[in-house]
């Protein structure tokens, strides 16, 4: 009943489950927080040590966590279908592992315009002082053949993008690159790694801020990288030993507890943020909604052929306030919270970095983006937050929207 034949839910819920000892045990894994790892005697020691350099995932030190990880590591490889997940302190530290394990002086990578904007920063401050380089294009135009160069050997991509969700040709970007021999890595975090499997589209290396849907509770920093090869495995494996990377076994656990609910909390969040985003979609005060899985949305069909499903992140640009009223707008809402992250159970709004917006090609617009993660509360109740926010910007009637909005 176990196994490969399971269900992903199945595979999901019991990847890592600690085994029965004398008939019982506990239905976790347990949080084994460690430092020393100890040997019964120095010839163990040794040979842990060998295994270890030799590619095994065994710990002969508290850094390569012991159980807890282990587990964790398991169910995100089945999650994402690779081969092998190293753990990261961040999202952020995921994407910096793997473009240090796999860019050295004198490479070129190409990355996607639209990524997470913090990316450029790891560009600026570090990758460019070893002499990489890094080249943002416009993922929606067809010209990546013509961009890769004799020293590519990295295409970094994220679909959908931030902030705006450009939903991206994973298989056809990834065929051009792979057909030149270029690694391709995608962030996941949008999907939490449920709705949208890169490794199966076409990329090598999948990797989530864990922060986000993974541990799905605002209580944790984690990243994760999944590759797809025992080769990648070999790189990314020794990048992460020499930048001495570990998690802590509470938070091994953490994140390993928000994956068990993983695709329920997911199923919820796509339906409160459809129902948000269709709203937002019929206010006056609103020119465009960002949500893939709006017909409306110009990566509408590319979503419906790779992804299974949407994530609570929905962003709206108004049709005519100004940044000042953007803000008022978000300083009025009574249920979103004011805050930079997104991806646990609650609903939170921020007006999009006009910079940042700029930054993608994709960007169009002119007036102020408000992105919003639609979290696990009752939806009627944050369309109605949302309306009265938007009675205090502009002289709407909101309580009337509210109601076309909910059918009632
Ligand atoms: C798409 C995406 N990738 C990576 C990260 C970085 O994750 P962390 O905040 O855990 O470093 C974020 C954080 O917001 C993100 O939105």
């Given at each position: 009943m176990?196994?490969?034949?399971?269900?992903?839910a199945?595979r999901?819920?019991?990847?890592g489950?600690?085994a029965?000892?004398d008939?019982s045990?506990p239905v976790?894994?347990?949080?084994?927080r460690?430092?020393?790892?100890?040997?019964?005697?120095t010839a163990?020691?040794?040979?842990?040590?060998h295994r270890?350099a030799?590619?095994?995932r065994?710990?002969?030190?508290g850094?390569?966590?012991l159980d807890?990880h282990?587990?964790?590591?398991?169910?995100?490889?089945?999650?994402e279908?690779g081969?092998r997940a190293?753990?990261a302190?961040?999202g952020?530290?995921?994407?910096?592992l793997?473009?240090?394990a796999?860019l050295?002086p004198?490479d070129?990578?190409?990355v996607a315009?639209?990524?997470?904007s913090?990316?450029?920063?790891?560009d600026?401050?570090l990758l460019?002082?070893?002499?990489?380089t890094l080249e943002?294009f416009s993922?929606g135009?067809?010209n990546l053949?013509?961009?890769?160069?004799?020293?590519t050997r990295l295409?970094?991509?994220?679909?959908p993008?931030?902030l705006?969700?450009e939903?991206?040709?994973l298989?056809?970007?990834a065929?051009?690159?792979?057909?030149?021999?270029?690694t391709?890595?995608?962030?996941?975090t949008w999907?939490?790694?449920w709705f949208y499997k890169?490794?199966?589209?076409?990329?090598?290396i999948?990797?989530q801020?864990?922060?986000k849907y993974?541990a799905g509770?605002s209580d944790v920093?984690?990243?994760?990288?999944?590759v797809d090869?025992?080769?990648?495995a070999?790189n990314i494996?020794?990048?992460?030993e020499?930048?001495?990377?570990?998690i802590?076994?509470?938070d091994?656990?953490?994140?390993?507890r928000?994956?068990?609910?993983l695709?329920v909390r997911?199923a919820?969040h796509?339906?409160?943020?459809?129902?948000?985003?269709?709203?937002?979609?019929q206010h006056p005060?609103?020119?465009?909604?960002?949500?893939?899985?709006?017909?409306?949305?110009?990566g509408h069909?590319l979503?419906?052929?790779?992804?299974s499903?949407?994530s609570?992140l929905v962003?709206f640009?108004?049709r005519?306030?100004d940044v000042?009223?953007?803000?008022?707008?978000v300083?009025a809402l009574?249920y979103?919270?004011i805050?930079?992250?997104?991806?646990?159970?609650?609903?939170?709004?921020l007006v999009?970095q006009p910079?940042?917006?700029r930054?993608h090609s994709y960007?169009t617009?002119?007036?102020?983006?408000?992105r919003?993660?639609?979290?696990?509360?009752?939806?009627v109740?944050?369309?109605a937050d949302l309306g009265?926010?938007?009675?205090?910007v502009?002289?709407v009637?909101?309580?009337?929207l509210?109601?076309?909005a909910v059918?009632?």
């Open positions: 176990s196994g490969k034949t399971a269900g992903a199945t999901l819920l019991h990847a489950a600690p029965l000892r008939g045990g976790n894994v347990p949080v084994v460690t430092s020393t790892v100890r040997f019964e005697n163990a020691h040794a040979d842990y040590h270890r030799a590619g095994e065994i710990a002969s030190y850094r390569h966590g807890t282990r587990a964790l590591e398991d169910a995100v490889t089945d999650l279908g081969h190293f753990l302190p961040s952020l530290a995921a994407i910096s793997v473009l240090l796999l050295s004198g070129h990578a190409l315009d639209s990524v997470y913090p990316v450029r920063r790891v600026q401050t460019q002082r070893l002499g990489i943002y993922p135009d067809d053949a013509g961009l890769i160069r004799p020293n295409l970094y991509l994220e679909s993008s931030s705006l969700y939903v991206l040709d298989p056809k970007l065929a051009i690159a792979r057909a030149r021999g270029v391709v890595v995608a962030d996941n999907s939490g790694g890169p490794l199966a589209l076409g990329a090598h999948s990797v801020a864990a922060t993974i509770h920093m984690q990243g994760v990288v999944v090869s025992p080769a990648l070999a494996a020794t990048a992460h020499a930048l001495g990377l570990a802590g076994a509470d091994a656990y953490l994140a390993l928000g994956l068990r609910t695709p997911l919820q796509q339906r409160h943020a459809t129902q948000v985003a269709q709203y937002l979609a005060q609103v020119a465009r909604v960002f949500y893939p899985a709006l017909a409306s949305d110009p069909a979503w419906r052929r790779d992804f499903g949407a609570g962003s640009e108004f005519n306030a000042a009223e953007a803000n008022a707008f300083d009574a979103f919270g805050g930079a992250s997104w991806g646990g159970y609650e609903s939170l709004a999009a910079e940042r917006l930054e960007w617009g002119e007036r102020p983006v408000v919003l993660h639609v979290g696990l509360e009752d939806p109740d944050l369309m009265q926010a938007f009675g205090r502009g002289a009637a909101p309580a009337r509210f109601e076309a059918g009632v």
